[in-house]
């Protein structure tokens, strides 16, 4: 990558996030959130491997949505996990 404030976001085989070769566990997301804050990230890049990666995806963005509180339903008002 060209930019030091941008990420490459994967699914590993065992369905974790993993930012810049960093893995993080379905549970970890608040740990995800604060490395990006950490790390200056201000973009991201996914790239799924198959259809399950892209799955797997909305799968950690809606439980991001039920931990946070600007959350209602299925309706997210923003994409900040606070």
């Not at 491997?49 to 997210?76: F, R, V, W």
Request: hydrophobic share 35%; with cysteine.
């Amino acid at each position: 990558m060209n930019n030091d404030n941008e990420a490459i976001l994967t699914i590993s085989k065992k369905g974790c996030l993993v930012i810049n070769d960093q893995v993080f566990e379905p549970h970890q997301l608040r740990e995800a959130k604060l490395y990006l804050q950490q790390q200056g990230i201000t973009k991201s890049f996914f790239w799924p491997k198959t259809q399950d990666d892209i799955e797997a995806l909305n799968n950690i963005i809606l439980e991001m949505g039920l931990l946070s509180p600007e959350s209602t339903d299925h309706t997210i008002l923003t994409n900040y996990l606070n």
